[in-house]
């Protein structure tokens, strides 16, 4: 097919994600290597957002191919009581590369299925009913996770099942819980405790949170403050989830990002990277105690894709590129290249407020005036910001604006100068802004 085939088919027959799909002009896509991916025309655009913060790895490895190629041979489908080796392969590299007693693995197919089961998981070994989640967050469009979901996405689905309670995060949107990383996490924490009681702590089985908040703004959080959410939690008996589909297999700089704080959470949720998107997976990883009651006690979850070989099979070839090929040290090494890019942008530019990175998961903030007030409004837009969309697609940079806020997460296998050429073209976009600034 042509582009214009392509398009017009899709757009006529098909329904697109968040949007009303007669008002979007979708991009026409054929092929994807690396970190470049093509329209049928041979256009060109630098992936500088991995996709969804998804293909970790880069497009097109041909060993995950191969890897996909030799198990659709042998077996493509099979029930979810079997036994498989790409599901033992892929249960053990997984216990391998998880920190600390996490060794036993609930496969599904998205981020949003695996925090689902989380939740189940918790309720059903707590024997309690409520959840913790933060409004600066998100965790999937399905029932359970989008009510998890702190954002605005989340008020289209209400009402919805009840008892989950949203707090705030250690960095609002606006309100600000102090000045250094001390006080900030001591005064959130002390907030989250009355919570904690004010919601009855014999009633909430667990917290779930994205240890480094990803689409609401890449927040990395501050000194001590999961070490510290980790004591709290365990004062109470609440179990801690970390919620991984994002920030996970390698983004970071780590294999997970909660190891940036030397914690170890109760659950794990995995997707996204996972198997870099080739196929669809989703893990939830379970500490031994949880994993040994639910070997005694039914668990009240399954799906008809639970485990599927194909999928399984992409992940373990997925995850040994990732490890064997020293992408996780790649992200780390060039996170201090993007730190520095991101720092030149803020000092050329009065529209760039800040940016902020942890290996290559990145965001840059663009304000409209000198008080530092963001240039779009709370789940809201501004003009200068289309307009800049539109400037770095033409440029063939493709990445994500949401708001106020402009994505910086390419695959782990980028080079130093792919990642400057990604922020020499948003060096450019940013004139459109500055042009907006009010000074």
Known sequence: MNSDEMVELCKRHTLYTWAASGAIDPLPVERAEGVYFYTPDGTRYLDFNSQLMSVNIGHGHPKVIQAIKDQAEKLTFIYPATATEPRARLG??????????????FFVLSGAEANNNAVRMARLYTGRSKILARYRSYHGATGTGIQLTGDPRRWFSEPGEPGVVHVMDPWPYHYSFGESDHEITKNNLTYLE??????????IAAMI???VTGTNGVLIPPEGYLRGLRALLDKYGILLITDEVMAG???????????HAGIVPDIVTMAK??????LPL??????????????????????????????CAAAVAALEVLRDEGL????????????????????SHPSVKIGRCIGLFGMIDVQKNARG????????????????????????????????????NPPLCITEEQLLEGFSILDRAFEITDRAFEG
């Open 209 to 211: 949170i994205e240890p």
């Open 194 to 203: 009355e919570v904690i009681q004010y919601e009855g702590a014999d009633r």
């Open 328 to 347: 996780i040290d790649n992200a780390a090494t060039l996170q201090p290249i993007m730190r520095a890019e991101m720092d030149r942008l803020a000092r």
């Open 92 to 105: 053990k590299l997984l216990a391998e590369l998880t920190p600390g007693d996490i060794n036993t693995f």
């Open 273 to 278: 990277g996972l198997t870099s998107s080739y």
């Open 282 to 311: 989703g893990a939830v990883g379970v500490s031994d105690a949880i994993a040994a009651h639910f070997r005694d006690n039914i668990y009240w979850g399954g799906l008809t894709y639970n485990s599927h070989p194909l999928s």
């Open 249 to 259: 297999c390698g983004r970071t700089g780590r294999m997970f990002a909660f190891e």
């Open 373 to 408: 007030e963001l240039i779009a409004p709370y789940g809201g837009s501004h003009p200068a910001m289309a307009e800049v969309a539109k400037f770095i697609k033409a440029e063939g940079l493709f990445t994500f604006l949401r708001w106020s806020h402009v994505m910086c």
